[in-house]
C-alpha cells in the first residue's frame, strides 16, 4: 500500500486546486495512467501514476486546493487486499474542505448586494475566483446552471473583456498583466534562477544553408502533412549534441551537479493568451526525426489546449527557447532550476559569411548558452556548442 502524492509540477509551484479523478475507488491503475486533472497557475495539468495497483481510497474531494506533497489517493498493491483505510488519511479530508472554505471567504469579491447574492449560488474553484479578483473579471456574467466556473472560464472572459476598450484603460492592461497567476510563477522561478545560479553565457553564429539545403529535398518527397520543419531538426541536433557533452543535461541538487541519463528537453512554448510553459519533449534522445517532428506537433497542440501530462511538467533536464519566429537574432535565456543550461535559437537570416578567400551571404543562425556555473564552465558550454554546429553542417546525421 502507498500514497499517491501531490506532485511538484515546478520549481515554482506551492499548490494545486484538484479539478476532476479520472478514477474511482476499486479501479486498477498501471504505471503511466493519467488518474486525475489539477489546475495550477499555468493551467490545468493532467497527472500520472507511476505504480501499478488498485485505488482503496480517494482522500481529497474534487474542487479541493492541495499543498504539493499532500496525500491525495492510498493504492493498494494487492487486488484481494480488504478495503480499509487509516484512520489518520480519514481525518485529511475535512481538513482540505476546511481550507477551501477559508479560502473563498478570506476573498470575497467586490460586489453588489446583487453580486453577492448570485455568487452564493455560483460554483467556482478557489484558483479561478481568486484570478477573478486579479483581473477585475464580473463574477455576476456567470450562470450558475451551466457548472462549475473554472481558471480557464475566467480568462476567456478577462480576454472578452480587454478587447472592449471602454471598458480597461491601458493602465488597467498593465495591472493584469503584472498580477496574473501564471507571470507570478514565472517571476518567482526567474528570479530565484537569478539569485541562486550563477550564468555564464556563450554564442555561435551556425551556418544554417547545408542543413537547410538538406531539408528541402528531404520534404520534397513527402507530402504536406509529413513535412519537417527547421525546428526539428534543431532539435534533434541540440539532443544529440547532448548525447556527446552530458554534462549540461540535468540537475544541480542538493550541492551537487547530477547528470541524467535520459535527455528530456522543455520546449519553451507562448500561449495564445499569454504566458510561457516549457514542457518536456519526453525521451528524446531516442527518437528519430520523424519522431521529434510529430511529438512537438503534439506537444504544441496540447499545451495550448491544456492538456498537458505532469510528467511533461517535471521531467526537464534542459530548455530549448527557440524566438526565432519573432526575428529576434540571440536569445539570452535564464536557467530554470533546477536546470543545467539554457539552449537559445535565433532567427535565420542572410548574412554575410567568408569561405576560405570569399564572402558570400547564407543563411545563419546565432546559438546561445547560458550554463549554470556551479556545474559546468565556458569549455563545456564551448564544446556543446561546437558539437552542435558540426551536426548542423552534416545534416544527414541528424536522422
Known sequence: MSEFLMPSLGADMESAILMEWLVKEGDRVTNGQVIAEVETSKGVIEIEIFEDGIVEKLLVKEESECKVGEPLAIIASDEKKPLHVEEKHESKQPVVQETKEEQIVSEPPKPTALHVEQEARLKISPAARKRAGEMGVDLSKFDPKEGVVQLSKIEAASTTEQEEPTKIESKSDAHIEKNSGMRQAIAAAMSRSNAEIPHYYLSTSINMTPALKYLEELNKKRSIKDRILPVAILIRAVVLSLKEVPELNGF?????????????????????????????????????????????????????????????????????????????????????????????????????????DSLCVRKVMRATLAGDHRATDGRTGGLFLDKLNSYLQNPKELL
Open 252 to 356: 544541480w541538487q542538493d550541492n551537487s551537479h547530477q547528470i541524467s541519463k535520459e535527455i528530456h528537453p522543455g520546449i519553451a512554448i507562448a500561449l495564445r493568451k499569454g504566458g510561457l510553459i516549457t514542457p518536456a519533449l519526453l525521451n528524446a534522445d531516442i527518437m528519430t526525426i520523424d519522431d521529434t517532428m510529430n511529438s512537438l506537433s503534439d506537444l504544441i497542440t496540447r499545451t495550448r489546449g491544456g492538456k498537458l501530462r505532469s510528467s511533461e511538467m517535471i521531467a526537464q533536464t534542459i530548455t530549448i527557447t527557440n524566438l526565432g519566429d519573432l526575428g529576434v537574432e540571440s536569445v539570452y535565456g535564464v536557467i530554470y532550476p533546477p536546470q543545467l543550461a539554457i539552449v537559445g535559437l535565433g532567427a535565420i537570416i542572410d548574412s554575410p559569411w567568408a569561405e576560405g
